[in-house]
Structures are given as structure tokens and as C-alpha cells.
């Protein structure tokens, strides 16, 4: 099991202190390890993120209403979709009664590469966490926000 005081052979002027960094160790260490893991299927977290927004909606979005909705808040949110729409992830819909609003939609070859993927990808970055202690750990972030 990791210890954040051998992992970055520190010293915490208290529980504060040691918790604040190991959230922000953790989340690095999630982070990279989702960076991996979306590596073969070509695309990003946040990229996947945003498949997942479109394909749970079943209607094309706003881009507004994607960037609200998505875990991580990306202030380059079009250029990720301007990716997608490259590899014919997504469909852009420009509309009819005004020209400055665009929805998005996911196609199928989207919906095809979320099927490839498997859904338990972050069941690994858990394991060593029982269903109370993951429950616990929720709570408190929450509490934290």
C-alpha cells in the first residue's frame, strides 16, 4: 500500500497539510494511470468524457451544456471536440435559426469505439478499497467540496 511519506520521502506539518497533498498526488497518479489506459483507443480522458456526455443524452447537445456537464472542467473543450470530429467521433449541427449555435452529436463510429471500451477501466485504481471504505472516501470528498 502507498504511503505518501516515503513516496515523496516527506514530512507534513500536519494531517492538513499531508491530506491537501495527497489528494493532489493521487489525483496525478489517477490521472496518468487513465492517460495510459485511453492510449491504444486514441483518445483522452476528457475526450472520453465527453462521448460519454453525448451517447448518455441520446439528443445532440450544446457545447455549453457538454462543457457543464463534464468531471473535469476544460477550458479546451472545443479543441477536444474539434479532435473528435477529426476521427468522426462526434457530428457537429450547426442550427437553423441561429448561426452561432452548434450542437454536437456522437456517431456511430463514436458509439462503436465506446462499446470497444471496456466500462470497468477504474475498478484497478480502486482494488484496494472495499465498498464501505469507497463510500467513506466518497463522503468525505464530498464534505471536503
Known amino acids: ?41 486514441g ?11 453525448l451517447n448518455g443524452a441520446n439528443e445532440p447537445l450544446n457545447v455549453q451544456i ?20 477529426a476521427k468522426h467521433y462526434i457530428d457537429r449541427l450547426p442550427c437553423n435559426h441561429d448561426r452561432r449555435v452548434v450542437k454536437i452529436e456522437i456517431t456511430k463510429k463514436g458509439k462503436e469505439l465506446l462499446e470497444s471500451i471496456p466500462n470497468n477501466f477504474n475498478k484497478e485504481l480502486l482494488k484496494n478499497l472495499n465498498e464501505e471504505e ?12
Do not use: H
Open 1 to 41: 500500500m502507498g504511503d505518501l511519506s516515503k513516496d515523496i520521502n516527506s514530512t507534513f506539518a500536519n494531517n492538513r497539510v499531508k491530506a491537501m497533498l495527497n489528494i493532489l498526488y493521487t489525483a496525478s497518479w489517477i490521472s496518468a494511470s487513465q492517460n495510459e489506459f485511453f492510449k491504444p483507443y
Open 43 to 53: 483518445i483522452s480522458p476528457q475526450q472520453y468524457n465527453i462521448l460519454r456526455i
Open 66 to 85: 457538454i462543457k457543464d456537464r463534464m468531471i473535469e472542467r476544460s477550458p479546451n473543450a472545443t479543441r477536444l471536440m474539434d479532435k473528435l470530429c
Open 134 to 145: 469507497a463510500e467513506l472516501l466518497s463522503n468525505l470528498l464530498d464534505k471536503m467540496r
